[in-house]
T-cell receptor
Framework: GNSVTQMEGPVTLSEEAFLTINCTYT??????LFWYVQYPGEGLQLLLK?????DKGSNKGFEATYRKETTSFHLEKGSVQVSDSAVYFC????????FGAGTRLTVKP | DAGVIQSPRHEVTEMGQEVTLRCKPI?????LFWYRQTMMRGLELLIY????????DSGMPEDRFSAKMPNASFSTLKIQPSEPRDSAVYFC????????????FGPGTRLLVL
């Protein structure tokens, strides 16, 4: 069945640092890939998505590229801000939706 | 629009009691999802409705869990009887149509079963 493995947290960075949160998946066929974000005290929000190989999802300075050859969908941001502090979830959907365990990011001023 | 509304926001109950979680999706959205978030298993999709009909309930853990959507603006997730291992945050989400569309999540209900 489908599964998602994402980088364990917590991750602590200084403001303006480069961020990478790794995500790899196991699935049959061609799943759609997602990153969700949960800000403190709020529900989940879709951050970005990609539906086919080599697609790049981007939003709010975050990017992730659908790499079928490495079955990965790593989340990156060139310069994080304190307001990016949140929990980030990688997810796949192949008619069988699966989420990663979440990675807590704390950005310090 | 107020977004997806969930109630209660917090629930503390004793083992064996019935728990009912409520969700009001965004008006005009045809799909509704129930998720559970635990530290052990992360976020899991429990059940997914489209046009008030359950499409996929394969994530529902066991018979103690049931979900209904009597109309387009209301859904419930019921646990009877509740057990301590049901303690989690339960999220409701809705989308315009199906899983491929952007899902908008409610704030969640934090459930603690003692």
């Amino acid at each position: 069945g489908n599964s998602v493995t994402q980088m364990e947290g917590p991750v602590t960075l200084s403001e303006e640092a480069f961020l990478t949160i790794n995500c790899t998946y196991t699935a049959t066929g061609y799943p759609s890939l997602f990153w969700y974000v949960q800000y403190p005290g709020e529900g989940l929000q879709l951050l970005l998505k990609a539906t086919k190989a080599d697609d790049k999802g981007s939003n709010k300075g975050f990017e992730a590229t659908y790499r079928k050859e490495t079955t990965s969908f790593h989340l990156e941001k060139g310069s994080v801000q304190v307001s990016d502090s949140a929990v980030y979830f990688c997810a796949i959907d192949n008619n069988d939706m699966r989420f990663g365990a979440g990675t807590r990011l704390t950005v310090k001023p | 629009d107020a977004g997806v509304i969930q109630s209660p926001r917090h629930e503390v109950t004793e083992m064996g009691q019935e728990v009912t979680l409520r969700c009001k999706p965004i008006s005009g959205h045809n799909s509704l999802f129930w998720y559970r978030q635990t530290m052990m298993r992360g976020l899991e999709l429990l059940i997914y409705f489209n046009n008030n009909v359950p499409i996929d309930d394969s994530g529902m853990p066991e018979d103690r869990f049931s979900a209904k959507m009597p109309n387009a603006s209301f859904s419930t997730l019921k646990i009877q009887p509740s057990e301590p291992r049901d303690s989690a945050v339960y999220f409701c989400a809705s989308s315009f149509s199906g899983k491929e569309e952007t899902q908008y999540f409610g704030p969640g209900t934090r459930l603690l079963v003692l």
